[in-house]
């Protein structure tokens, strides 16, 4: 038979497939198919596996950390099939998701930002010990949000400041409201647009309370739910993205906007210095307003092209997703005598022809003490792969160096 391209079963939730669609489309390549699955119960996992059906090379990628994947995964038997689990804020800090998921099940899994990959640990303090942690910044398509190519004729245009997002506490656009209210202190030709599908309802009312309270109802427009296929053009529109949120894992919008030629004025936050220069980041209302009064449109597109590109992001999965057996330096022993080379080698993956169970339980063990799991089952052998902290690995080390010393 005719060997294959490898498979990439994606599992998504209905309402948490916003990020998905992009890698979808541009993760495919001849070596790689790709298909979503919107999973209802267990058996549209069953469906995704038996699409995804050479334990070998194909891999199965949970899109959030949310229910029901966790426990889908727990009771599901892969058969040798890599997990990969794609983790967001909402899991890791706002949940008890990501602590209680059966990580020893996940081989991979992959995060925004190095913040995000320190919270994650201290929410899993184990994941380490059987699961390979990632960090994959986002990417944006730099090529879809571009720059208008128009100058507009309105001569508002330049006083036209974007607020993108969910209306949740933690996005915290009342405090957009008192930015606004002191630009047009100085001057009235100051307004805002909102992109939002709705919000929390004590943040709603909030926000139109305080909007009233400071008479900014005709300085204020709410543009709704904007389609996917129309964000470029409204962000275009735009002189400034103001971001309000008291914490992001990445920021699509403040990638989007400056894509677009925006100006991005954000609040500070934990994790922000790994992403966006201090220029785009303030600290108090009254900065973000004389950061606004001198925005410089068009000076951040670059960074995202150079940074944080949709190709870049893509390229960075296809590594992590390739057979390991490919990915990886990859050593072949036949006889258990020969395991002591594992020792005296700096392969990250042994595979192992097959032999009896006694001798396979032992050999098993063996290799488990030094640092390897099992990675994937063949018609002939077993394949093990380097799953160890860098202390593990520091210990590894020390192991293969007294090996040495002995032969």
């Not at 995804?52 to 891999?59: E, L, N, T």
């Not at 190095?114 to 640990?121: C, T």
């Not at 990638?255 to 954000?266: I, W």
């Not at 303030?282 to 960074?303: D, N, S």
Request: hydrophobic share 45%; with cysteine.
């Amino acid at each position: 038979m005719a060997e294959r391209a490898q498979r990439l079963a994606i599992m998504l939730i209905h309402g948490l497939d916003h990020f998905a669609p992009d890698l979808v489309a541009r993760l495919p390549y001849p070596g790689l198919e790709v298909r979503a699955f919107h999973v209802r119960g267990m058996a549209d996992l069953t469906a995704a596996c038996a699409w995804a059906d050479d334990a070998s090379q194909d891999v199965v990628w949970f899109e959030f950390c949310w229910p029901p994947f966790p426990a889908m995964i727990a009771q599901y038997d892969f058969g040798g099939r890599r997990v990969v689990m794609r983790v967001h804020r909402i899991e890791a800090y706002g949940s008890p998701h990501a602590a209680a998921a059966p990580w020893a099940k996940i081989d991979d899994a992959i995060v925004v930002s190095e913040d995000m990959a320190a919270r994650l640990k201290g929410q899993a303090p184990a994941l380490e010990q059987t699961t390979r942690l990632h960090v994959v910044h986002n990417g944006v398509d730099v090529e879809r949000f571009v720059p208008s190519t128009t100058t507009p004729n309105d001569t508002m245009a330049a006083f036209r400041i974007g607020w993108c997002g969910w209306l949740s506490l933690h996005k915290n656009a009342v405090m957009a409201l008192e930015i606004l209210h002191l630009l047009r202190r100085e001057d009235a030709r100051w307004h805002m647009h909102l992109c939002s599908k709705g919000g929390e309802a004590v943040a709603m009312d909030s926000f139109n309370y305080l909007k009233r309270r400071l008479g900014l109802d005709d300085a204020v427009f709410v543009d709704g739910n904007v389609a996917p296929a129309d964000m470029p053009a409204w962000h275009a529109r735009n002189a400034v993205l103001l971001s309000t949120s008291v914490y992001e894992s990445f920021g699509y919008a403040i990638a989007e906007a400056a894509s677009c030629g925006c100006d991005v004025v954000m609040l500070d936050q934990a994790g922000a210095e790994e992403f966006w220069p201090e220029e785009m980041r303030f600290g108090t209302a009254q900065e973000a307003a004389a950061m606004i009064r001198a925005a410089r449109p068009g000076r951040w597109r670059e960074l995202v092209v150079r940074r944080f590109s949709l190709n870049g992001q893509v390229d960075r999965l296809r590594s992590i997703l390739r057979p390991l057996d490919e990915s990886l330096d990859v050593l072949r022993i036949g006889v258990a005598d020969e395991l002591l080379h594992v020792l005296t080698s700096a392969h990250r993956a042994v595979r192992l022809d097959m032999r009896s169970l006694d001798e396979m339980e032992a050999v098993e063990f063996l290799l488990a003490s030094m640092g390897y799991a099992r990675a994937g089952r063949f018609a002939d052998g077993v394949l093990y792969r380097v799953r160890a902290t860098s202390d593990q690995m520091e210990s590894f080390d020390r192991i293969k160096l007294l090996a040495k010393t002995k032969c």
